[in-house]
């Protein structure tokens, strides 16, 4: 049970990781928190969903999900925010506009009941370990986090494009001043950071469901992830991805009914001890 | 406009409000192909503006200002850095998170830096771009600070962050350098360091300085310009500075 219980905290950690490294480095760069990135999530959830059904092949399904999505997010960073650049409350509050549209058209579309994406043969059954029977699934999830995990550390590390991201989070005045595009940066990021929510939406709708509602609440959880692990903060997202996803699991076997009061409280704590964050250096 | 071409920097009826305030008034100044200038002024006489409004990070409200005969007034931050401009700013503005190397690479944006034959330059480790990382350990040394690469620049002290900030500025060989009060917060020994470095580095440069050690500033240029309330009031050589009546008021009243 205790075994278990890890095994689903990581699980649920892996995914709101996938989730959430994309929303904090677009947030770092951009100042601005997407609240669109739940309804990236959903909508990925659901086109995973359709394609899958249609092509009667899960991996289309995971690709078109986080390729539609990527296109979305590219499309309101270039027509919408980019016209707004500067302006936290006008951000805001495109973000949020677009999250309830998003929401609702997914309701018009695809209706309000529940639904599960199949998982794929490939990916059924357990392994056993010590007493537990782990689901395949389950360390398909967690591995395919580490391997995101790896590429983006990679890339931000040792590339070109990375060094770039990392020096906007650090200090994004003067990346314009050295003569970086900047602007070029910041939609590739958000563009990448949609593809993963899709990517996310549809590994996620698999292993949990495909429900209108789903996106606040993955939203939420993954706010929740940047708030205690840092914001712009790559290692504090794994951290806190970790700890939101251990007290999910544990809460929810062990204190079902303190569960939600178990993850905010942490958050609570942190902003009054620690506000940027555990490993977080940007305050405004 | 073939008068700009001859010229560095020349600025036209620069204007700049914020607010009801008129923070840059109708500013007109030539800065000769090889010349440099001192930038001098009491505090908020509009000197750290007019450098905003010289790399583009603050927008002109009117008039025109040109790098080498290109009309940059309405272009952008990158554009005039690729023109050739560079600046330092008064309180270090570096990437603290990241290492002395990884900063100057920033720095290293313009064409002649990039990579040929290299088909996803931005994919490629960074460290692989021969070219630059040549001009990083070049750029350091000259700096002085060729054993602190591989150090946080926020682990750094105050007057090492200036000679990165400096390396910063040289790395991609800019024509016009301007300097924020690069001996700002310096001890006297670190000033004569920066003092002889800027000294070095101002070889062919054209360079604007903005400094209120005055005997350091002539050590570079003798070309004097004093800024009072968002206007040039006098322009010249020391001693036709001295003499000028509008300065002795301005410096009376401080």
New interface residues.
């Given amino acids: 049970m205790l075994l278990m219980t890890f095994i689903n905290g990581l699980t649920i950690a892996a995914l709101l990781f996938i989730m959430a490294v994309g929303l904090n480095l677009s947030f770092g760069l951009l100042r601005i928190v997407n609240l669109t990135h739940g309804s990236f999530y959903l909508l990925g959830g659901y086109i995973g969903l359709y394609v899958y059904k249609a092509t009667e092949s899960w991996i289309f399904g995971i690709v078109a999900a986080g390729i539609v999505v990527a296109i979305i997010a590219f499309i309101e960073e270039f027509t919408l925010l980019r016209r707004v650049r500067g302006k936290p409350t006008l951000e805001t509050l495109i973000t949020l506009s677009l999250a309830i549209i998003i929401s609702d058209l997914l309701i018009v579309i695809w209706g309000g009941n529940p639904k599960t994406i199949k998982i794929p043969e490939l990916l059924k059954g357990y392994v056993t370990l010590f007493d537990a029977n782990v689901p395949i699934y389950n360390i398909f999830i967690f591995c395919f986090a580490c391997f995101i995990c790896l590429t983006l550390w990679l890339i931000l590390q040792k590339t070109k494009i990375g060094m770039i991201i990392r020096a906007g989070v650090d200090n994004f005045e003067i990346t314009s001043t050295l003569g970086i595009n900047i602007q070029l940066v910041f939609t590739l990021v958000f563009t990448a950071a949609g593809f993963l929510a899709g990517i996310g939406g549809a590994i996620g709708g698999t292993y949990l469901m495909v429900a209108p509602g789903e996106d606040w609440r993955i939203l939420t959880y993954t706010l929740l992830v940047i708030i205690i692990g840092g914001m712009g903060s790559f290692g504090g997202t794994i951290v806190g991805s970790i700890i939101i996803g251990m007290i999910f699991s544990f809460g929810n076997v062990y204190v079902p009914q303190f569960s939600l009061f178990l993850m905010f409280a942490p958050v609570a704590i942190t902003l009054v001890i620690r506000p940027k964050g555990l490993f977080g250096r940007i305050t405004s | 406009m073939h008068t700009e071409k001859e010229h560095a920097i020349v600025l036209r009826n620069v204007n700049k409000s914020f607010g009801g305030v008129k923070a840059i008034d109708n500013v007109s100044f030539i800065l000769g192909h090889d010349k440099s200038a001192v930038l001098i002024g009491p505090n908020g006489a509009g000197k750290t503006t007019l450098f905003n409004l010289i790399?583009g990070?603050v927008p002109l409200d009117s008039g025109e200002i040109y790098i080498f005969g290109v009309d940059i007034s309405n272009s952008?931050?990158?554009k005039r850095?690729?023109l050739g401009l560079a600046?330092t700013?008064q309180i270090c503005?570096?990437?603290?998170?990241?290492t002395a190397e990884?900063n100057i690479?920033?720095?290293l944006?313009?064409n002649e830096w990039k990579s040929k034959r290299n088909k996803f330059?931005?994919?490629?480790?960074?460290?692989k771009?021969k070219n630059k990382m040549d001009r990083i350990k070049e750029v350091l040394k000259s700096v002085g600070l060729e054993d602190k690469k591989h150090i946080l620049v926020g682990n750094l002290s105050h007057g090492e962050q200036r000679q990165i900030e400096l390396g910063?500025a040289i790395a991609?060989d800019p024509k016009i350098m301007l300097l924020d009060e690069p001996m700002a917060g310096l001890s006297l020994t670190e000033r004569k360091f920066i003092n002889k470095l800027i000294l070095k580095l101002a070889v062919k440069k054209n360079i604007i300085v903005i400094e209120h050690d005055i005997d350091f500033a002539l050590n570079i240029t003798d070309n004097i310009m004093v800024l009072d309330h968002g206007k040039v009031i006098a322009e010249g050589s020391p001693e036709s500075i001295k003499g000028n009546v509008e300065v002795q008021k301005v410096y009376k009243m401080e």
């Avoid at chain 2, 503005?93 to 990241?98: A, D, E, Q």
């Avoid at chain 2, 330059?121 to 460290?127: D, S």
């Fill in positions: 790399t990070e952008s931050v990158q850095s690729d600046r700013y503005n570096l990437f603290n998170g990241m990884e690479y920033l720095a944006n313009s330059p931005f994919l490629t480790p960074w460290q771009n910063m991609p």
